[in-house]
């Protein structure tokens, strides 16, 4: 008897659809199992094989467990947002909403076809509002916590700032990598900061931060690229020039989280190979780090190059110093004879991507005229500039030992830099050897020791002198998550005088606004930054603005407030509906106005010349986490 396939299947995948067969109940006395692939990108190629391929194991399985007696949610949705959906529009004159919509109805028949037993009532678009709404939700919480290294877990940041108040940091060391902040600060200092510099601060521990990286920044597509989008020079999408760039970015701080995925890796069922290269890849190492002056021709430096070494028991055979083409001190350095090589060696490494610069054999490098000190002996090191130094690991600067290390060997035979032996008979002049049981030799206050035995006391020398610091370094960095396009979820934050301030989960979700043209804004910024009305905020009030008498000045957090506003008085209670009866048309014989934005808030009836709100309260006002909101608001109003 012939299959006939086509008639078969079609009638039976009606029937399912027809009869919601694999509608997921919420209310069950079954046991639940939960199955969930990773949702598709709607591209307008539809399904390639590498999704089935997935797909229908766990639809196996589903079904398995289904069949066993479980309770069996196992939902499909679209990771619809993202650069090549809106490239894709864009190539094709449409906006990536509508082409997202093509082409999920199309992912959604080829997925009906092959016939898997999804839950299409509980179907996902990343996209939609009501999804992101929890991803902007979760944002705000990470933005508002830091990671507490003496709990070993996240906490909200006003126990941090209790603690500032308290004593300081000195319970908290600064986290970041920059030396923009003060390291160390007590109570009083703390005080006596302003909003700026205390926000400053503080955007130095949040788990989701702000901060200026070195980024792949390609002008055509109008965006931030990874390393992996990146191929020799230009961009993967469309072959256009990639070029280095310091934008603002926003980041998760996963680098204090780096102890605990080592110790959860000794607990995890992974095979070795695994954990070995999810060690090599958070890659923590100790050492210390060291500040050298720096001598630019006839002139001193007044920021010192500060270096990471895991071998400071070296110091006495550094023989040249190397840094990343990105270091903030590569053009206040490089002296006037050798600015020319310098630009012309940076315009060669700005076209290369991270990966690349990894991978790369061949060895490249210029001098930039200067020298570094060494802190002990005085000894003046010239300072290079090579793309083997990356600016996001360590400090972006390395102490080289030739006679101890392959590249620095191999660098110094390449540029005729003299190499200064201080392991004796263990290095041949042939080739480096990184031995740690060397006895010191040409090594100062250290000469006799075992080398091993020697790292402890150049770093205690170092605190001592206070030109250096124990330190522990990781080769994983925090992740980047921001890109300058449209087509993603806003970040619910406000910047107002260049400070980040988070917005209410209230307001959630911040929608993506209408616009036709998607160009991208200046100075790197996204197409967003072009829309005025979506930048802009009005502050101070706009009656205060006109004039109006006895209105004092407020702020509005953000414009969106104005739109809910009006929602929320097409839909006032009974309560507020007879309370603004009395208010109305200055019955009182002055103004009120109803759900008014100020500040963050939406207060229900506020009179601005007399400063007075009043709220109807209902009860949920009871329930102790709307006290605490309440109270917060209150003191917010009354300042």
Request: glycine share 8%.
């Amino acid at each position: 008897m012939e299959y006939r396939f086509r008639d078969i299947e079609k009638k039976w995948q009606e029937w399912w659809k027809e009869n919601k067969v694999y509608k997921v109940s919420n209310d069950s006395s079954k046991p639940k199992y939960y199955v969930l692939d990773m949702f598709p990108y709607p591209s307008g190629a539809g399904l390639h094989v590498g999704h089935p391929l997935g797909y229908i194991a766990s639809d196996i399985y589903a079904r398995f467990k289904r069949l066993k007696g479980y309770n069996v949610l196992h939902p499909m949705g679209y990771d619809a947002f993202g650069l090549p959906a809106e490239q894709y529009a864009i190539d094709h004159g449409i906006h990536p909403a509508i082409s997202t919509e093509q082409n999920i109805l199309n992912f959604r028949k080829q997925l009906d076809n092959i016939g898997f037993c999804y839950d299409w009532d509980r179907e996902v678009r990343t996209s939609d509002p009501k999804y992101y709404k929890w991803t902007q939700w979760i944002f705000l919480q990470l933005f508002d916590s830091f990671y507490n290294r003496k709990t070993n877990k996240a906490e909200r940041i006003s126990v941090l700032i209790a603690s500032f108040e308290k004593e300081g940091n000195v319970a908290h060391p600064n986290p970041a990598t920059s030396n923009q902040q003060p390291a160390i600060f007590s109570s009083a200092d703390w005080k006596s900061f302003d909003e700026a510099k205390k926000q400053n601060i503080l955007m130095d521990y949040r788990l989701a931060y702000c901060g200026y990286g070195e980024v792949n920044w390609c002008e055509a597509l109008g965006t931030v690229l990874a390393n992996d989008e990146v191929v020799n020079g230009v961009s993967e999408r469309g072959g256009f020039p990639v070029v280095k760039k310091k934008l603002r970015q926003w980041y998760l701080r996963i680098t204090e989280y780096a102890d605990r995925l080592l110790e959860g890796l000794e607990r995890v069922e992974f095979s070795e190979s695994m954990k070995e290269m999810q060690t090599n890849w958070i890659g923590k190492s100790s050492g210390a780090e060291i500040d050298f002056e720096i001598e630019s021709g006839k002139s001193k430096i007044e920021k010192k190059l500060r270096v990471y070494t895991t071998r400071p028991d070296t110091i006495f055979g550094v023989d040249f110093m190397v840094i990343a083409p990105e270091h903030e001190l590569v053009r206040q350095i490089t002296t006037d004879e050798h600015s020319s090589e310098v630009e012309k060696y940076l315009e060669y490494v700005n076209s290369r991507s991270e990966r690349e610069r990894m991978a790369e054999k061949k060895i490249t490098g210029v001098f930039t005229g200067a020298y570094a000190i060494n802190p002990f002996n005085k000894r003046e090191i010239p300072v290079w500039i090579s793309e083997y130094v990356l600016a996001g690991y360590g400090t972006g600067a390395i102490m080289a030992v030739p006679c101890g290390d392959d590249r620095d060997f191999k660098f110094a035979k390449h540029f005729n830099v003299p190499i200064t032996n201080i392991i004796g008979s263990h290095y041949n002049g042939k080739e480096a050897n990184a031995t740690k049981d060397a006895i010191l030799e040409n090594s100062d206050f250290i000469n006799g020791m075992v080398m091993k035995d020697a790292i402890d006391v150049v770093i205690d020398r170092l605190g001592k002198d206070g030109i250096g610091v124990r330190k522990v370094n990781y080769k994983m960095r925090d992740a980047a998550f921001s890109r300058q396009r449209y087509w993603g979820e806003p970040f619910p934050i406000i910047w107002k005088d260049g400070i980040a301030y988070p917005l209410d989960e209230y307001e959630l979700p911040v929608e993506l606004p209408q616009m036709d043209e998607l160009k991208p804004g200046p100075d790197g910024e996204g197409p967003l930054s072009n829309l005025t009305e979506w930048v802009l905020i009005p502050n101070p009030s706009p009656q205060a603005e006109k004039g109006a008498a006895r209105v004092p000045k407020y702020g509005v957090h953000t414009p969106m407030q104005y739109e809910l506003a009006k929602e929320m008085r097409k839909g006032h209670t009974e309560a507020e509906g007879k309370m603004w009866e009395l208010l109305r048309n200055d019955k009182l014989g002055v103004k009120f106005r109803r759900q008014h934005p100020i500040e963050a808030y939406i207060v229900d009836f506020i009179c601005l010349q007399e400063k007075l709100v009043v709220e109807v309260d209902g009860g949920y006002h009871q329930n102790e986490e709307q006290k605490s909101y309440d109270e917060m608001r209150t003191k917010t109003l009354n300042a």
